[in-house]
């Protein structure tokens, strides 16, 4: 290297030298420290400014609280809610102690200690509502107490300083007992109770003075979440939530002395009674307002600002259709029950959900005879499951995966498989050998005649042919809930749990040519302070549209010639499928026009305590209340009525495999009767009410789950060399299974 070159690298590393100098004299620990204290002092100045500027204001004038307003979408009034505030002040001293320090160890432990406030959980509760997630808990008795008495339930940033300095200066002038006596005065229950008094009516029916510590944690366990942590309304991972916030609270009482550990595992879980419905709710009216404010509490539209009025809700329930439905309820069934002297039909709970498929709107629900005398929604409730209505579902993802036989034929609407009843699945590791109803075996038989015929065995073979995790997956885009639901062979029996809301949607998104649907009840939701965007009816393509299509025309022929004829008409166009579960318990008819999409069901359930699931057969006289009878009445009479007479729509399909077409005919008697769990109806309940239509009424001599067929019963596999996994007997299930479905009566 010369001179000059040395030169100039001096000059290079002295000017690096200096700058790096400079950005080190800019950033030295000393300019930072001072620039942090600067900031922490300015900080601390607004917090001083802000406590010296926001006083203690006036409490919430309860008695302006105004009353929400539900209606029809039309805008005509359903019911008003909340116009009085359901609550008794109560003095602390009429509390027991113990069921006072139950609020203290579920919410706030250190309440008797401290400030009246907990920084860190405020801190986190302005970073969450900066990022959007909206209310989050961290707040202390003192702060809820703020914010119930003086402030709103608006999760913003304003509101949280603001009860950060109340609670504070609060804490500072008035003594914990008068806070705490506040607190559980102003807070929200659930079942419409503000205050503890009409908590301990609404759930124990008792005065708040004789509630005891099990009571006390479960009441204040509930305040977390009223909605959710209702004993009586709760789904199961609700009631497993509240039961072990029960818990946590009873070990906080015993950690901070407040209870002793013997008397702790001597507690049991006090299960609350059953909740009386509030004036105004009568009918129908309770079980759509129930379902608007669920779906409400989804939106973030809590119970607390619900009970602070101001709302008008306007629901998607078509005033004239909801009215239709109704009557066809009262007309199919209500009106040949005998609730009074026959023991079966004092069991059977109807339910029913009526979606528009191009917009996911529920235009009409039925949740039971009366929401005061029946406050569990038939409609809404996932305690039942929706057997048959399921294997259009299994079809939809054979279709979707291109899934092959197990003799390699890709699966279609034409494709053959061996119909023989309790024929055992081929290709799977879960032994399954499902009985067909009345044990009726159809040899070998297209996809599309099993579909019309509902054969167990059939459809059992494509779920294996298909894959059961292949097949729930495709359920779940569809719609069906995650509810009791193994990947297993027998899920072609609809052995998961799902209401009739659920499948509603399911269909509905085959209705929309495979465009998931999701059913909502709320179309606007309107407050002077917010808004609020209802949920998206419409989503993304979730199966082909070549599938969904499929599916529907092949439930074309289950209305036209198969389990579902009580619902056909010349009066409009339908696709539908029969569903009766494991011995009788629930029946259902799933189905839908180009306009209308509607699912209904029958639920057996003991009107003893506690309930419980019992067979419907034997309903108004008429043996077994399977799919194609009254649920398949009820829908034919409430279609034609909600069409204005019918409808000249046709389903658009677009590339589909067509099924071949049957004749009805009588179906040809079981060989095997005496195997079935259920016997054939001795007569068929009345058709549905023919009002528009011109077309004749079926003959009371078929049975509507037993369609008919042209093949020979009992033929063997052996005999149809071809069909797939005909030909190899599997061992029947030998008792090694967990799942007592595997080998399940027969599912319709």
Request: net charge neutral; charged share 20%.
């Amino acid at each position: 290297m010369g001179r000059a070159d040395a030169r100039r690298a001096q000059r290079r590393g002295a000017r690096r030298a200096a700058k790096s100098g400079g950005i080190r004299r800019l950033f030295t620990w000393k300019k930072m420290l001072g620039a942090f204290f600067g900031l922490c002092l300015l900080i601390m100045g607004a917090f001083v400014a802000l406590y010296m500027y926001v006083d203690i204001p006036k409490a919430n004038a309860l008695a302006e609280r105004q009353s929400n307003v539900y209606q029809y979408s039309d805008g005509t009034p359903l019911t008003r809610t909340g116009q009085g505030v359901n609550r008794q002040i109560v003095d602390l001293a009429e509390v027991p102690k113990e069921v006072q320090h139950t609020f203290v160890a579920a919410e706030n432990k250190s309440f008797y200690d401290d400030k009246g406030v907990d920084l860190k959980g405020t801190a986190r509760g302005l970073i969450n509502t900066l990022s959007g997630k909206g209310k989050q808990g961290g707040s202390t008795i003192t702060q809820q107490y703020v914010k119930n008495y003086y402030l709103t339930q608006d999760p913003t940033i304003s509101r949280k300083l603001k009860e950060l300095v109340i609670s504070l200066k609060v804490d500072s002038k008035k003594s914990k007992e008068y806070i705490l006596a506040g607190y559980i005065n102003t807070a929200y229950y659930g079942r419409g109770a503000s205050g503890i008094q009409a908590a301990a009516q609404a759930y124990y029916g008792v005065d708040a003075k004789d509630l005891n510590v099990s009571q006390g944690a479960y009441l204040a366990s509930v305040l977390q979440a009223p909605s959710q942590y209702d004993w009586q309304t709760a789904s199961e991972t609700g009631r497993k939530l509240v039961k072990e916030r029960w818990g946590y609270t009873l070990d906080n009482m015993v950690e901070m002395h407040w209870l002793d550990q013997a008397e702790r595992d001597k507690l049991k879980f006090p299960v609350p009674d059953k909740a009386k419905p509030a004036k105004g709710l009568e009918g129908q009216t309770g079980y759509l307002v129930e379902a608007a404010n669920k779906e409400l509490e989804k939106q973030g539209i809590t119970a607390e600002m619900r009970q602070a009025g101001g709302w008008t809700f306007t629901l998607n329930i078509d005033k004239k259709r909801q009215k239709e439905l109704e009557q066809s309820v009262d007309r199919q069934l209500e009106s040949k029950l005998d609730r009074k002297n026959n023991k079966v039909d004092a069991t059977v709970q109807a339910g029913a959900t009526s979606v528009d498929p191009k917009t996911g709107a529920v235009v009409a629900m039925y949740g039971g005879v009366d929401y005061v005398k029946h406050y569990y929604s038939n409609a809404t409730r996932r305690d039942y499951q929706p057997a048959s209505t399921f294997k259009p579902l299994v079809l939809a993802s054979a279709l979707e995966n291109g899934s092959k036989t197990q003799g390699g034929d890709l699966i279609g609407v034409n494709t053959r498989y061996d119909g023989t009843s309790k024929r055992p699945v081929v290709g799977s590791d879960t032994p399954f050998a499902p009985e067909n109803e009345d044990n009726q075996s159809y040899g070998s038989v297209t996809v599309q005649k099993a579909m019309n015929a509902s054969v167990n065995s059939v459809f059992a073979q494509m779920v294996v042919d298909v894959g059961p995790p292949a097949v729930k997956k495709t359920a779940l885009a569809l719609g069906v809930p995650d509810e009791n639901f193994p990947e297993r062979p027998a899920i072609t029996l609809g052995t998961m749990n799902a209401s009739t809301w659920d499948m509603a949607g399911a269909y509905a998104t085959l209705d929309n040519h495979g465009k998931k649907v999701t059913p909502f009840i709320v179309k606007s939701a309107k407050h002077r302070d917010r808004t609020v965007e209802p949920v998206e009816g419409v989503g993304s393509q979730v199966i082909s549209r070549k599938s969904a299509d499929t599916v529907t025309s092949v439930l074309t022929g289950v209305v036209d010639s198969g389990s579902g004829r009580a619902a056909d008409t010349s009066a409009y166009e339908a696709a539908g499928k029969t569903g009766t579960s494991e011995n009788n318990k629930s029946a259902w008819f799933a189905a839908y026009t180009p306009e209308l999409t509607t699912v209904v069901a029958l639920f057996g359930e003991s009107p003893k305590e506690g309930g419980g699931q019992v067979s419907l057969t034997g309903t108004a006289n008429s043996g077994r209340a399977n799919g194609g009878g009254f649920p398949a009445q009820i829908w034919a009479d409430y279609t034609l009525g909600a069409l204005g007479g019918g409808s000249s729509a046709q389903f658009d399909l677009e590339d589909v495999e067509r099924g071949e077409v049957t004749v009805p005919s009588t179906p040809p008697a079981s060989p095997s009767q005496s195997a079935s769990t259920d016997t054939t109806p001795s007569q068929t309940p009345d058709a549905p009410s023919q009002r528009p239509s011109d077309k004749p009424s079926q003959s009371q001599s078929q049975s509507p789950d037993v369609p008919p067929t042209s093949q020979s019963p009992d033929v063997p596999p052996s005999q149809s060399p071809g069909l797939p996994g005909g030909g190899v007997p599997g061992k029947p299930g030998d008792g090694n299974e967990n799942n007592i479905a595997d080998n399940a009566p027969p599912a319709r």
